[in-house]
């Protein structure tokens, strides 16, 4: 297990340094420099790009970058907030994108599992078509399509919760951009447990289990959730990566001064110091979320637990 | 149940003799359906999928012949008719189609017929107009075109690119094989949506660079799913024979491989289809989309949100166009992989 | 001899998108205390269903057309009496599954929770029926290990099913299906999916269990081997119905079923002389949606009368173990005997004393 977990942590740090390299030479391809000011003179931009360490060769750029991150310096914002530290910037947008994230993600599990286990249990049921017909319509609508009719309908046209985000009122703030969020987890979720439970239902241990004459909650909670469970934590990942794009979104339609809204005016500003920082942040929470999936994974499941290490 | 005499009674004296059939032992053939059409009749009594074809039926047609009808085109601004609501001569009963504008001023709705007031009542706008005198009809129309067109790019990207990746991976093995699984690793640990978003940073915003991205990101889905195919038709004994018979690498993939592993292509090509979809709309979305004056639906969706609350209808038919397609895809391809494989069936 | 199971004019069927399937036909059986009953058949011919309604795991599809199942057991001394079709599918849980009639399944690979211990599903069902501590349910659990032949039960009881190989898979299965002493034990093919060395070792196994504790058995197989080494009484069945049953010697040594002839004749028997070519039954088990109006084997079988085109026949009575449903025990029906290899076989089979058991 202690293996397979350093195996995994493993990847993950590979993966990190890959995806810094393949991002660092990417945004220094880019067409604009932020010093493309035309009052400024090349002397000055020779300056400036001095200052900043942009004249450095690549490598040498690249590597005092790496070493600056790992400290926690993000280096400085170029053009949102001119001069102002990355890092302080992020501290206050990251635990509102992740206060949204978790609270869509939690929600999205716990609604979807219930759906899901009752159309298993209910096949062919009046709440197996619900769980049907919302499962279609959450994986199929962008989230933003939610946000921008509870925006509308519950937010302006009924003014029962706050249009746009406020600091004062962040509970409330938080609980249409939840909901939206929280549909494609929820749907997938959903549709993953019926399929996931109808199987297990099947399956040969069900019967022998339910042949052995437990109670119902017993062989349901203890044999069938726990099966049924293993691979549903798998869609935790693409669950992440549909979250992240949905923020970018959502929290611009909610003004939500979160990481996703900093990236979409960072990208439209051309300040690509902050692009970096983000998406190293976004990377790192995606694989984070995938470590700990893999590592669950292999909690719950024996197979994997007990598992010599044969594979590679 | 019979009792033993009233079972003998039914049978005549006469009968016990020894049939001597000639056909014994052989099997009767009962009418079985083909697969393919076994799988068409699975399709079409999937209502979903259905009104999924039927829906993406109509909107390809309307795309093509939406902007003329309207009889505007997607460019021609008219700045005395800006922010026209909905309007239809003769079918103003309909409240959708009144031409009549709502604004709330302290939660009280202010109603003003705006074609009215400007004296052109004879004048039809089905969705509108935008901010700069635009008929939304055949803007939302256009626009659904270059959905449509990621749509086919993603087919192209699924089984020119994917499909044969995940071939030649799955069968040749090896140093390629390895290769291409540790590009698909480490492409599967970076969110898509970081990829995408710097590509068209680092290129030009435009449909040239939407290809592009969605060529990086969108093939691995599949190339997966061929390359499992293929390692699992490999080992089957109708390929040993066919490799035994002296068959080329070439014919055993085009002949023995491809057409089994076609059901799981063409399903997994429509699950890919909405994905790309969404890309598209959430890149024009964040203001990485087709540059004005082309407008996609998620341009438009973009622009409209800007004065949702004083004109709501800017957003809402942009919007309800891209559900309904993205919806229509997804039941589509759930009904085409239920079709395919019974026993795939989820929900 | 005491009967614990009491079989009469069982009917089950299954209403498919292609019509309605009559997959068990108007069964009688019976089942006497510490003895075993073999139910032989193709795939298809109804054998598992009819256990599976004994065990009442029902499909949704399903109904119970008619019949009875008796059941019968000795409480305090005193011979109490179930009718297990009337009992909701919470009754049969609760008060006979396990306790009484215990089943174990065709597949050990797949019957046995991949997140579980080994301990503790024998366990579960220890502490739920019998109300046993955690203690004393381990120590029986381990007693049981050591019953059906794991000798390392401690560690065992801590290891998860992918760590076992598939024979010892099937012996906690069988562990399992021991664990609150039922009378009635139901081994659904118990060694089809499993290797042949294993599969005489899990037979031997059950039948020195039975000969320990006094349960009764019921085999289901499509193997005549397995079927010659374990039953007391056999049951042949053949499109959802009972063609053929009698006493082992009944149906080895007088076997009067053109079905049964060709089942013995396709038997491999090393004993006999190999020159001779392995005799199969001609042409494949009927589809149970379209039977064909008669006998549902008269296609199949080549001393096949015209009666047999037109009507089933009823079953008739040999002797007071034996019974078959042929028209060829029919006092209007021709004289045919047995094909002569089998005759031979048989007569080879009595005299040489290579005895089939």
């Known amino acids: 297990m202690l293996k397979y977990v350093l195996k995994r942590i493993l990847i993950s740090v590979v993966t990190v ?3 810094l390299a393949v991002l660092f030479t990417m945004l220094h391809s880019m067409p604009g420099s932020p010093f493309n000011d035309e009052k400024i003179t090349a002397v000055q931009r020779a300056n400036l790009e001095a200052k900043y360490g942009l004249d450095k060769p690549l490598p040498v750029q690249f590597y005092n970058y790496l070493k600056a ?10 053009v949102i907030q001119k001069n102002m530290p990355i890092s302080e910037l992020l501290r206050a947008r990251i635990p509102v994108s992740i206060r949204i994230g978790i609270q869509s993600v939690l929600l999205g599990m716990v609604i979807g599992l219930i759906l899901g286990i009752i159309a298993a249990l209910k096949r062919n049921s009046f709440l197996d078509t619900f769980a049907t017909v919302v499962s279609v319509i959450g994986v199929s609508f962008p989230s933003y399509v939610f946000a921008m009719a509870m925006s509308y309908f519950i937010g302006f046209r009924l003014g029962w919760l706050p249009l746009l985000y ?24 959903a549709r993953f447990a019926r399929t996931e439970m109808v199987e297990v239902m099947g399956s040969d241990y069900m019967l022998l289990a339910d042949s052995k004459g437990i109670t119902t909650l017993r062989l349901l909670g203890v044999h069938g959730l726990r099966n049924a469970l293993i691979p549903i934590i798998t869609v935790l990942a693409p669950l992440t990566v549909e979250l992240m794009t949905g923020s970018l979104v959502v929290e611009q339609i909610f003004a939500i001064p979160g990481i996703g809204s900093l990236l979409v005016s960072a990208i439209q500003f051309n300040d690509y110091n902050v692009v970096l920082a983000v998406i190293f942040i976004y990377s790192i929470m995606f694989i984070s ?9 292999g909690i719950i499941d024996p197979r994997i637990r007990l598992a010599k290490e044969e594979k590679r | 149940m019979m009792t033993a005499k009233e079972y003998a009674s039914r049978v005549e004296k006469q009968d016990f003799v020894l049939a001597n059939r000639r056909d014994i032992g052989v099997d009767k053939v009962y009418g079985s359906q083909s697969f393919f059409r076994d799988a068409v009749s699975r399709f079409t009594k999937n209502k979903g999928a259905v009104f999924g074809l039927i829906m993406i039926v109509i909107i390809v047609v309307m795309a093509f012949a939406g902007p003329p009808l309207s009889g505007y085109d997607y460019r021609t601004q008219n700045l005395s008719q800006r922010n026209l609501p909905p309007h239809i001569p003769g079918l103003e009963f309909i409240p959708i189609f009144s031409g009549v504008s709502t604004q709330y001023a302290n939660g009280q ?3 003003t017929d705006m074609y009215e007031l400007k004296g052109i009542k004879d004048v039809t706008h089905i969705f509108g107009t935008d901010a700069l005198g635009r008929d939304q009809f055949a803007r939302v129309w256009t626009g659904s075109r270059v959905s449509l067109f990621v749509a086919l790019v993603a087919i192209l990207i699924d089984t020119l690119v994917g499909m044969s990746l995940g071939l030649v991976s799955g069968y040749y093995g090896g140093k390629v094989d390895f290769f291409l699984q540790r590009v698909v690793e480490i492409l599967s640990t970076i969110p898509t949506t970081v990829i995408v978003t710097l590509l068209i940073v680092v290129m030009k915003p435009g449909l040239t660079s939407i290809t592009v991205a969605l060529m990086i990101t969108e093939w691995i889905g599949m190339s997966r799913v061929a390359r499992a195919q293929t390692l699992r038709l490999k080992e089957q004994e109708f390929i040993l024979a066919s490799k035994t018979m002296g068959e080329s690498n070439r014919s055993i993939i085009f002949r023995e491989i491809l057409p ?9 090509c429509m699950m890919t289809i909405p994905n790309a979809i969404f890309t598209e709309a959430f890149l024009a979305f964040i203001g990485l989309g087709i540059p004005a004056p082309l407008a996609s639906l998620g341009s438009l969706i973009s622009d409209g949100f800007k004065s949702m609350t004083m004109y709501p209808f800017l957003v809402a038919y942009p919007v309800i166009v891209l559900a309904l397609l993205m919806l229509s895809f997804n039941l589509m391809a759930d009904g085409l992989r239920d079709a395919y494989d019974p026993k795939m069936k989820e929900m | 001899m005491e009967k614990t199971l009491t079989i009469r004019n069982l009917s089950v069927s299954f209403s498919t998108s292609n019509g309605t399937v009559r997959a068990v036909r108007n069964v009688d059986l019976d089942l006497y205390k510490g003895e075993t009953l073999a139910i032989v058949g193709e795939s298809g011919s109804g054998k598992s269903v009819t256990v599976k309604a004994v065990m009442g795991i029902t499909s949704n599809n399903q109904t119970i057309e008619s019949g009875s199942i008796l059941y019968r057991y000795e409480q305090n001394e005193n011979w109490t009496e179930r009718e297990l079709l009337k009992l909701t599918h919470n009754e049969m849980r609760q008060q006979i599954n396990g306790t009484h009639i215990a ?20 366990m579960e069902g220890m502490m739920h029926h019998l109300h046993l501590s955690k203690q004393a349910a381990r120590k029986r659990a381990l007693e049981l290990l050591e019953l059906v032949g794991i000798t390392d039960s401690e560690k065992r009881m801590r290891n998860y099913p992918h760590q076992l190989s598939g024979g010892m898979r099937q012996r906690v299965v069988i562990a399992i299906a021991l664990s609150c002493n039922p009378d009635i034990l139901i081994c659904d093919e118990p060694t089809t999916a499993l290797d042949v060395t294993i599969q005489a070792k899990i037979l031997e196994l059950i039948k020195e269990i039975q000969e320990k504790t006094g349960i009764s058995v019921i085999y289901i197989t499509h193997d005549l081997g397995v079927v010659a080494k374990v039953a007391d009484y056999v049951a042949v069945m053949y499109a959802g119905r009972i063609v053929e049953k009698g006493t082992v010697d009944d149906i080895f040594y007088d076997p009067r079923h053109p079905y049964t002839w060709g089942l013995l004749s396709s038997m491999p028997d090393l004993s006999i002389d190999n020159s001779e070519r392995l005799y199969t039954i001609p042409g494949s088990p009927p589809n149970m949606v379209n039977l064909p109006a008669g006998d549902p084997f008269a296609p199949r079988n080549q001393f096949a009368l015209e009666a047999d085109y037109k009507e089933e026949s009823p079953t008739f009575k040999i002797s007071d173990t034996h019974f078959a449903a042929t028209w060829l025990l029919d006092e209007r029906a021709p004289h045919v005997e047995m094909p002569v290899s089998l005759r031979r076989r048989i007569d080879a089979m009595k005299e040489g004393g290579v005895s089939h058991a």
């Open chain 1, 17 to 19: 340094l890959v995806i």
């Open chain 1, 69 to 78: 991150m790992l400290a926690g310096d993000f280096g400085i914002s170029y």
């Open chain 1, 166 to 189: 406020s600091t004062t009122d962040a509970a409330r703030s938080t609980i249409m951009p939840t909901i939206s969020l929280c549909m494609f987890s929820l749907a997938t979720v």
């Open chain 1, 289 to 297: 979320v995938m470590l700990i999936v893999d590592i669950l994974y």
């Open chain 2, 109 to 111: 709705p202010i109603r």
């Open chain 2, 260 to 268: 089994n592993i076609f059901g799981q292509i063409i399903v997994m």
């Open chain 3, 103 to 122: 089943m174990v399944f065709q597949d050990p690979m797949t019957s046995l929770d991949p997140t579980m211990t080994i301990g503790m599903q024998l």
